[in-house]
């Protein structure tokens, strides 16, 4: 499966590339950011990649340029609730920090939103993580209000927000 | 445009940097602020204040805050 749109192709991780993902997860650039920070051995991604191999989890490696960059997904999609959690990271540091991230997540979203009819799209967000926190604001994320401060915040995207962020983010960037 | 107006409209995107970082030389990729949402905003100003369309490529293609500044002028 690929969702090819706004510049990049969204790939759905396959076992063939669970390594490589190992690797870029394991890189303390990467890992730094993750709730979960210890080392994954080979034996440990097998099983997560046959827990995620299904229809309630959508990973994808993201490709410009013929390049693979970095991974995006929405987990823990509950077609009920008719909500799922979303996270991305680049791991190319020649695409970090530009837009090819804004480019990727468009393009997910519009999966979820769109194929996979979603209501809402969450995400966590380590308090201390301000750069993830005004990315995500840009997209429209809101946070969820909790009576005590908690370390690793909630914040939901619904549809409606989405789509104004998106319409000036796409102007932005000329697609 | 000038180039001392671009570095100051440019400086006025960061809220974290303090603004002596900001000179022509400065590689605004190394800068610890720069982010994701840093080139959008910074695509937004040009936009805004030159009326110059630029993309993600002319920002990666650019090192300096003077690379930057000589894409959008070769493009007013």
Redesign the interface.
Known sequence: MELSKYGVKLKRLTKDKIELVRNWRNDPKISQFMEYREYITPEMQENWFKKIDNENNFFFIIEFEGNDIGLINIKDVDYDKKEGEAGIFIYNSDFLNSTISFQSVLNMFDFCFGDLRLNTIIAHILKDNIRAIKYNTALGFKKVPTKKEVYNQLYTLNNEDYEKNKKNILKLLNL | MELKEFINNFAEQFDETDRTEFQKNTNF?DLEE???????TI??MV?EDFGV?I??ED??KSTTIEDLFNIIKSKL
């Open positions: 990729k720069w982010s994701s949402l840093s080139a959008l695509i937004a936009d369309a993309k993600g920002l990666k």
